[in-house]
């Protein structure tokens, strides 16, 4: 069953948008003529570019947080990420509406799971567990062997593979894990993207609050920022433009309400056994 949620199907042009419709969205009539009107209808409902698109409020974190701020830094389930990759980010409060928003699209039940039961508004305290928590996530799955194979299923797409290769010098195979559970904003050439937390974002800004707590990190390239060249998120050129998509389209009701496709991740694995002859 589809499931509702937003669109900014209004920034891409008519070819990519009906795509859109037809592949990641169930629409009413998948009729390329009424589709390209639906198109248009999301253009019009973009309305004029974002205020300070890039470039949020950044505040500091109330002193009175900072003891999950520390226990957080502290925690040993993030000891080699923040000795790593993620040394030198930062814990701010970051208004969220000017953040650059890369994803096409935020499933709205998903959203709610996550922020139904905030406050209205949400206070600081409702905001900090839910936004940097301070135990890693678990995600449901399922899976299906075979003598020569195994298939893992799940319905949360932060269910991820982390590579793979020779493990302890006695397992090959890929590595299995979650996504960070952090509402996370990364800065490159001065602007802000939100990096993850898109459901979260939504429901906070619903619920009535303008900043939310985030891990800010500087990175060093689009790629790092997390804008993919194959297609699967907004362009660079877009995104650096003077009219770029922003959690405010989602927010403040601009972006094109649409049928979402039910999708889950599937990690394949198969191997096989030969004795050949050496040349």
């Given at each position: 069953?589809?499931?509702?949620?937003?669109?900014?199907v209004?920034?891409?042009?008519?070819?990519?948008?009906?795509?859109?419709?037809?592949?990641?969205?169930?629409?009413?009539?998948?009729?390329?003529?009424?589709?390209?009107?639906?198109?248009?209808?999301?253009?019009?409902?973009?309305?004029?570019?974002?205020?300070?698109?890039?470039?949020?409020?950044?505040?500091?974190i109330?002193?009175?947080?900072d003891?999950?701020?520390?226990?957080?830094?502290?925690?040993?389930?993030?000891?080699?990420?923040?000795?790593g990759?993620?040394?030198?980010?930062?814990?701010?409060?970051?208004?969220?509406?000017?953040?650059?928003?890369?994803?096409?699209?935020?499933?709205d039940?998903?959203?709610?799971?996550?922020c139904?039961?905030?406050?209205k508004?949400?206070?600081?305290?409702?905001?900090?567990?839910?936004?940097?928590?301070?135990?890693?996530?678990?995600?449901?799955?399922?899976?299906?062997?075979?003598p020569?194979?195994?298939?893992?299923?799940a319905?949360?797409?932060?269910?991820?593979?982390?590579?793979?290769?020779?493990?302890?010098?006695?397992?090959?195979?890929?590595?299995?894990?979650?996504?960070?559970?952090?509402?996370?904003?990364?800065?490159?050439?001065?602007r802000?993207?939100?990096?993850?937390?898109?459901?979260?974002?939504?429901?906070?800004?619903?619920?009535?609050?303008?900043?939310?707590?985030?891990?800010?990190?500087?990175?060093?390239?689009?790629?790092?920022?997390?804008i993919?060249?194959?297609?699967?998120?907004?362009?660079?050129?877009?995104?650096?433009?003077?009219?770029?998509?922003?959690?405010?389209?989602?927010?403040?009701?601009?972006?094109?309400?649409?049928?979402?496709?039910?999708?889950?991740?599937?990690?394949?694995?198969?191997?096989?056994?030969?004795?050949?002859?050496?040349?």
């Amino acid at each position: 069953m589809p499931t509702p949620g937003f669109s900014l199907v209004g920034f891409m042009d008519r070819a990519e948008a009906i795509q859109h419709f037809q592949s990641v969205c169930v629409p009413g009539n998948p009729d390329p003529v009424v589709l390209a009107t639906e198109w248009n209808a999301a253009k019009a409902k973009l309305g004029a570019p974002m205020l300070n698109a890039g470039t949020p409020d950044i505040q500091p974190i109330p002193a009175a947080h900072d003891a999950h701020i520390q226990q957080l830094s502290t925690a040993p389930w993030m000891a080699h990420i923040f000795a790593g990759a993620w040394q030198g980010c930062e814990f701010k409060l970051i208004e969220l509406d000017p953040l650059l928003a890369y994803q096409f699209t935020v499933n709205d039940g998903r959203s709610q799971h996550h922020c139904g039961n905030l406050a209205k508004p949400p206070s600081l305290a409702e905001l900090m567990p839910l936004c940097l928590p301070l135990t890693p996530s678990v995600e449901n799955f399922q899976t299906w062997e075979s003598p020569n194979g195994m298939i893992l299923k799940a319905k949360s797409l932060n269910l991820q593979n982390f590579g793979g290769g020779i493990f302890n010098a006695a397992f090959m195979g890929i590595q299995v894990g979650v996504t960070l559970p952090f509402l996370h904003v990364v800065r490159h050439n001065s602007r802000c993207y939100l990096h993850n937390g898109f459901h979260r974002a939504l429901g906070i800004r619903k619920a009535g609050a303008t900043h939310a707590p985030c891990i800010l990190r500087d990175v060093p390239n689009h790629a790092a920022a997390g804008i993919r060249p194959d297609g699967s998120t907004f362009g660079v050129s877009l995104l650096e433009s003077n009219n770029p998509p922003t959690v405010g389209h989602f927010s403040q009701g601009r972006a094109y309400d649409v049928q979402l496709r039910n999708i889950a991740r599937f990690l394949h694995v198969s191997w096989a056994d030969y004795i050949l002859p050496e040349e």
